[in-house]
């Protein structure tokens, strides 16, 4: 089930705290367990162990036009595990924030991919440019964030802010496994050509969406992609929020 649990508002703040919630003892000596173990199975493959800190999402609320966020550490592996394990607890212990950006171009196309094989999650399936907000985000804002997935997924890395018109806020969403995402409006001053052209010189195998749509900003367009594509959750619920708005 996908959920909006906010929007109309026009400005995002956010509060950090610098800690992790305290999970439960019995929770917690699970958790490191399973780190131990994946950590112990890259080694054996000759890969690198990371556990990324990710952002988690304690509590947020609406003050007139503005919406509020509240905000600590947690860990990648600490949500996965709490994911495939005890999905209850996300919300609680683990609610990892993450951005999603709809870029619309300066001719009236919003971009959606077609998630490529680099993809642990969704291959085959059309997202939005989106991804974890990270620590280093909190610095430059949360629309920052979203800037950078689409340069990262569409731009290849290219620097967008001479790109942008405008950056507004769409809604918090969340979906059945409580992973809330912040989506952002991205306004271009580049066209779908160009966008397309930047997309298709960078390294194929290196793409993160094996496929660019262009989907005219109308709301029959918009429905009639809905209705005959396969859409993750959190692109489906933005695109169906971004037609309220139309």
Known sequence: MNEILASGFKE???GFRDTAPTLP???????????????SDKKK????????KKIHLLNYFMNDDSLYLSLEKTDY???DYLSKNNPELLTKYSHVLSVGAL?????????????SKLNDKGEGEYHLPSGYV????LGNGLEAAAVREASEEVFDNEDLMSKIQ?????????????????????KLIANENEVFSVWENSDAEKREFSQLKFVPAD???ICQFLDSNKIRAHARVSLENFLITL
């Open 103 to 115: 870029v619309l171009t300066l001719d009236g196309k919003i971009i959606i991919g077609n998630k």
């Open 45 to 52: 493959q000759g890969k690198t162990f990371f556990n990324a």
């Open 77 to 79: 592996f600490t949500f």
């Open 25 to 39: 003892s019995d929770i917690n000596v699970k958790i490191n367990d399973y780190i131990a173990r994946v950590e």
């Open 166 to 186: 405008s950056i507004s806020p769409l809604g918090l969403f969340n979906k059945e496994y409580n992973q809330p995402m912040l989506a952002y409006v991205i």
């Open 12 to 14: 995002v703040s956010y």
């Open 219 to 221: 709301k029959k367009s």
């Open 134 to 137: 990270e620590l280093s985000d």
